[in-house]
């Protein structure tokens, strides 16, 4: 147990001497991130304020988003590196010309090459520095100047070796190595007598500064010019660097100085306050040897490093306290001492004092709350309650817990929220002497009033607490508010107190309470400002700090307005102790904590408004021009640059074409995947804290397809030409063979048909020639009957005058009987009409056809017609129609004149073939 304490001491001594402080943000590049080589020997910012960086084999360009690397073509390091307007001029081993941007891209331009200038006793120069005096373009080695005016460069020998050359008060100085600093003019080099004692000392800085010339030695320290003397740097850390290696020098303004150092990193000195801080492997480089020194726009510092580059936020308004070492763990609580801060983490109670940071003894454990009341610093710690006064820190009770200290407001009391409830302090405070809330023994994480006689309390899982007492603070009730309202999910409540009103976060809704009502009612202006946020952090009356997407906006309020400001992500990315995160203060500034340490910062808002905003777009690793091809459904990288790299660089949003949300800007870069065809706009924005206002545009056009590019909508109308030539060439080809087909089937029912036609035609033949053989059949039966009547009548005639002949003797009575015989046997009357009806009926067609056709003939006409048909000859048809022969031809005659027949034309034929 002896060794635990021990050591425990030990590390608490060892701990106390490593040197803390508040520093200005530093952000670091390594190789990972340039993919360059270690040291840095020379760095500029070009008029496109981006920066160049002499890298020993290569050339770095940074514009805030994107690093470039390149090559000389011989191969060479490059040792400096100088912009003067659109060119970069470098300077390497027996070699030196510009870079200009073209296209995007760096393009390197030889100034020596050919030239001759590095033979003989120039064989092996390397350009160490670059500078410009009077409109000419200086190059220097250690031994030799080659002077670039009007596009004709001369060479000047230094008669001796030099450090570097430095242009001061409108002079050019060549530091020797061993005699003292001269004067280069008019080609002529004089030594600078007045500083005579610089002899046998490397310079690494000549700089003036307020009338007056600070030289800075390689090993020496600094030397004062004052009225014409050159004196030591009155100044503590003069001794410092006298024990160091100065490498580089200058002035940041007429008040502050940063000296870079071979092995401590960079000091900043003010020389005002006559006090300067030391940033340092320890603290923030990731880098003790500082080769060169540069400055962008916002006047901070852009280290080039032995192994790396730095850029130190020296003008920022925020300023960081970070333990790289992990003993201080994450701070929870502090406030503001003498000289320092007393801090609260989860390792315990650590006083940052005269730049040293100590544990205090016996205070290891998790601390949540450090309250100060008059010269007390009340801390609320997992073991206790503890006073710190007068540099002591003492227990005063075993209160576990202390999440927060309350004084009230209304009178003379003091609550104190723990893990087991809360507890009742009475004025003037006896940390002993306590009273427990009754009726709430669950550990409160939050307490807050607003009123006298009512305390508000929050669960640290779940629900929230109203507490009423009476006059002499005994409690009446204490109301469980989440529940009473009928809200059951209750976990996680917030509580807010701003203006005097406190406000409760519960279930993702902003509640305040109604006191007349006793009810809790949802806020309007709350719910519409920031809803969904949960992390609200009081600051003052005017002001408080929320977390939204892991980013912190200090709201500003303006009468119903509220403005939104982004604390930039990078000074707290990561570090953020989420439900935990507090804002306390130091005088005029606020400090917020942190998982390793805090940051500092002003309310106030002294960002620069006009800034110059400039867009480079990217496609397949090329600058995009009206040239480039943008396929469809491809990437686009746009960089949107800054000409500020610091505190004063706007956090950009973007839209694209059409979109409804603006999308924030990360890192300067966007990458636009997946775009449609056609044209594209893309708009850069800042939020001034109302509004989203337009900064900067871009536009540029994205083919269409490949399957919709002109050629294949060539091919496509070839083949869509084409499928319809082959389809309708298919189709003709089918239409003849269905035509052929058609063709074959109309031949075959044509023939079918005509086969069907010949048969019905000749079945209608057959019936017509058995309709003809029937009338011929029953013309002949009607031609027998009447020739058999006519022969039955006669042969009755003759066999009755045959036996009269045989019986009767008598003449006159022959005679006699004979014609009554005949009269007897003749035909009657009756018996011609039977016979000419059947004669008719038997020719109905025959007559109709005849009396449609010929309708004035007359009966008789007809019977002649018909016995015609018959094809009986006249002496046959003279004893049929009882008339002679003469008669027959006679009425012959006139038919064929009804008939209106030719005289070649048979009567007989004409009938029969009716």
């Not at 020797?176 to 610089?198: A, C, D, H, I, P």
């Not at 690494?204 to 050159?230: A, M, R």
């Not at 009273?435 to 807050?448: E, Q, Y």
């Not at 003052?540 to 912190?552: A, E, P, R, W």
Request: aromatic share 14%; proline share 2%.
């Amino acid at each position: 147990m002896k060794k635990i304490f021990f050591y425990l001491f030990l590390f608490a001594k060892i701990y106390a001497v490593q040197s803390q402080e508040l520093l200005p943000f530093v952000e670091n590049f390594t190789k990972s991130n340039y993919f360059g080589d270690n040291q840095i020997w020379s760095v500029t910012q070009g008029e496109d304020n981006a920066f160049y960086y002499a890298n020993n084999h290569y050339f770095l360009r940074y514009n805030g988003v994107k690093w470039e690397r390149y090559a000389l073509p011989n191969k060479t390091i490059l040792r400096s590196v100088f912009a003067d307007e659109d060119k970069i001029y470098t300077g390497s081993y027996n070699e030196f010309g510009y870079w200009k941007r073209i296209d995007g891209e760096m393009k390197y331009t030889s100034l020596s090459k050919n030239k001759n200038f590095f033979t003989g006793i120039s064989i092996n120069e390397e350009i160490w520095k670059i500078f410009k005096h009077h409109d000419k373009i200086y190059f220097q080695s250690f031994n030799e100047l080659f002077i670039y005016a009007s596009g004709k460069i001369t060479k000047t020998r230094i008669p001796f070796q030099i450090s570097y050359c430095f242009v001061v008060n409108d002079k050019i100085y060549a530091a020797s190595v061993n005699n003292g600093v001269y004067l280069f003019k008019n080609n002529v080099f004089t030594k600078v007598s007045k500083w005579q004692g610089l002899e046998n000392n490397i310079i690494h800085g000549i700089e003036n500064n307020n009338g007056e010339t600070y030289i800075f030695t390689q090993k020496k320290g600094v030397f004062v010019e004052e009225n014409g003397k050159l004196i030591e740097w009155n100044n503590e850390l003069n001794s410092i660097l006298k024990k160091e290696i100065i490498i580089t020098a200058k002035f940041i303004d007429e008040n502050r100085l940063a000296i870079g150092t071979a092995f401590k990193g960079i000091y900043i000195v003010d020389l005002r306050a006559k006090t300067h801080i030391n940033i340092n492997r320890n603290n923030s480089l990731i880098n003790n040897s500082v080769l060169c020194i540069g400055f962008d726009k916002e006047n901070d510092l852009w280290l080039g490093l032995d192994n790396g580059i730095s850029h130190v936020e020296i003008n920022s308004p925020y300023t960081i306290f970070s333990d790289n070492t992990g003993v201080l763990g994450s701070v929870y609580a502090l406030a503001p001492i003498s000289n320092g801060y007393l801090l609260g983490s989860n390792h315990g109670v650590f006083k940052y004092q005269d730049k040293k940071l100590q544990l205090l003894p016996n205070s290891q454990g998790q601390v949540w709350d450090i309250h100060k009341i008059g010269s007390k610093y009340i801390i609320g710690h997992n073991d206790g309650t503890f006073i710190y006064e007068n540099n002591m820190l003492k227990k005063v009770n075993s209160i576990s817990g202390g999440w927060k200290f309350q004084e009230s407001d209304y009178d003379n009391k003091y609550f104190q929220a723990n893990y087991s409830g809360i507890i009742l302090y009475n004025s003037p405070i006896d940390f002993s002497q306590y009273k427990v809330i009754d009726n709430l023994t669950k550990p409160i994480k939050n307490i807050a009033q607003n009123k006298p006689k009512e305390l508000w309390a929050v669960d640290n899982y779940r629900s929230l607490y109203r507490i009423t007492f009476n006059d002499t603070y005994e409690v009446e009730k204490v109301e469980n508010i989440t529940h009473l309202n009928k809200i059951w999910n209750d976990y996680g409540v917030k509580m807010f107190n701003f203006k005097n009103e406190i406000l409760f976060f519960i279930n993702n809704i902003w509640y305040n309470f109604n006191t007349i009502s006793n009810k809790l009612e949802k806020n309007t202006v709350f719910n519409k400002n920031f809803a969904t946020i949960s992390e609200v952090i009081p600051v003052n009356n005017s002001n408080f700090i929320v977390l939204k997407d892991k980013l912190l906006y200090i709201i500003h309020q303006s009468d119903s307005d509220y403005s939104w400001e982004l604390i930039p992500e990078k000074y707290y990315a990561g570090k953020i102790i989420n439900q935990d995160t507090k804002v306390f203060r130091d005088g005029n500034r606020l400090l917020m904590n942190l998982d390793d340490g805090f940051f500092s910062f002003q309310l106030v808002n002294s960002k620069i408004k006009n800034q110059k905003i400039s867009t480079e777009a990217f496609y397949q690793g090329k600058m995009i021009d009206d040239d480039t091809a943008i396929q469809y459904n491809q990437s686009v990288e746009v960089d949107i640059i800054s000409e500020y790299y610091g505190y004063n660089r706007f956090g950009l949003f973007y839209k694209l074409n059409d979109a409804k949300s603006f999308s924030p800007v990360k890192s300067g870069n966007i990458v636009l995947n997946n775009l449609s065809s056609g044209n594209q706009s893309l708009k850069v924005y800042y939020n001034n804290g109302r509004n989203y206002i337009a900064i900067a545009s871009y536009q540029f056009k994205v083919d269409k397809p490949w399957y919709f590019s002109f050629w294949m909508i060539l091919i496509y109308v070839f083949l869509i030409s084409g499928s319809f030539y082959l389809y309708y060439k298919w189709n003709k080809i089918r239409y003849l063979e269905k035509l052929k087909l058609k063709e074959e089937e109309l031949k075959h029912q044509k023939q079918i048909l005509q086969l069907e036609l010949m048969a019905d035609n000749k079945l209608k033949l057959q019936e017509y020639d058995k309709h003809i053989l029937e009338m011929q059949v029953q013309s002949k039966a009607s031609e027998v009957a009447g020739k058999s009547l006519s022969i039955a009548k006669q042969s009755e005639m003759i066999e009755s005058i045959q036996s009269i002949l045989e019986s009767e003797n008598d003449l006159n009575q022959l005679k006699s009987k004979i014609k009554k015989s005949i009269k007897i046997n003749a035909i009657n009357k009756n018996e011609w009409q039977s016979f000419e009806k059947n004669l008719i009926q038997s020719h109905e067609d025959f007559v109709y056809k005849l009396t449609q056709k010929y309708p004035h003939l007359t009966s008789k006409d007809i019977k002649l017609s018909i016995y015609l048909k018959m094809n009986l000859s006249s002496k046959e048809i003279a004893p049929l129609m009882n008339i002679s022969f003469r008669g027959v031809e006679l009425h012959r005659y006139r038919l064929r004149k009804k008939l209106d027949l030719n005289q070649d034309e048979g009567l007989s034929k004409f009938m029969i073939n009716l």
